[in-house]
């Protein structure tokens, strides 16, 4: 079965520190993968997406994302975070060519001084 | 980036009643757009694809004459929620596929049946 899994429900972290949110995926076709940021009362805005080429991805507002085919994993990092980086977080993939998206759970992420 | 729309940004009807949501890409036109559902503080669950200029695809489980979809221009589909009831209380929010395939979404619609 195909399936998203995001690891932590909450991560709660100092500014400047670094985070890492996990995500996995269960899959036996190839799969598109993408983290999606989503503040209070908003729509998602995306930060980054693997289609296909190098597997370390970087994207918006400082985060990256590595794919791991053989642990099937998109963990999402940034080496610093800010204040404004709290918000919910979104691992989502694609299974198929129709680009409908299966998202995980979300992970909250907040950030105190 | 591309922009997506949506309106109302917050609606509340009675218990009975029929409420209409609009999405639109303001500049670039998606014959392929997608309503969401969002329960508080859970992730969003696919509902339906809308494809301009013919029938929605609806996922399994949704009710399809409960939520109807129309996408009669490249630019704006439509979701009404048909006799709402207090359970269909939720947070909307549709995307819109660009030529390149990227999915942008809407700010999204929180609805509230009383």
């Known amino acids: 079965a195909q399936s998203v899994t995001q690891l932590d429900s909450q991560v709660p972290v100092f500014e400047e520190a670094p985070v890492e949110l996990r995500c996995n995926y269960s899959s036996s076709v190839s799969v598109y993968l993408f983290w999606y940021v989503q503040y209070p009362n908003q729509g998602l805005q995306l930060l980054l997406k693997y289609l296909s080429g190098s597997t370390l991805v970087k994207g918006i507002n400082g985060f990256e994302a590595e794919f791991n085919k053989s642990q099937t994993s998109f963990h999402l990092r940034k080496p610093s975070v800010h204040i404004s980086d709290t918000a919910e977080y979104f691992c989502a993939v694609s299974f198929s060519n129709d680009y409908k998206l299966s998202f995980g759970a979300g992970t909250t992420v907040t950030v105190r001084a | 980036g591309a922009v997506v729309s949506q309106h109302p940004s917050r609606v509340i009807c009675k218990s009975g009643t029929s409420v209409k949501i609009e999405c639109r890409s303001l500049?670039?036109?998606?014959?392929?757009m997608f309503w969401y559902r969002q329960f508080p503080k859970q992730s969003l669950m696919l509902m339906a694809t809308?494809?301009?200029?013919?029938?929605?695809?609806?996922e399994q489980g949704v009710e399809k004459d409960k939520f109807l979809i129309n996408h009669a221009s490249l630019t704006l589909s439509t979701l009404t929620v048909t006799s709402a009831h207090p359970e269909d209380s939720s947070f909307y929010i549709c995307s819109a596929l660009d030529w390149y395939n990227e999915q942008f979404f809407g700010p999204g619609t929180r609805l509230t049946v009383l």
């Open positions: 809308s494809n301009e200029g013919s029938k929605a695809t609806y």
């Open positions: 500049d670039f036109q998606a014959t392929t």
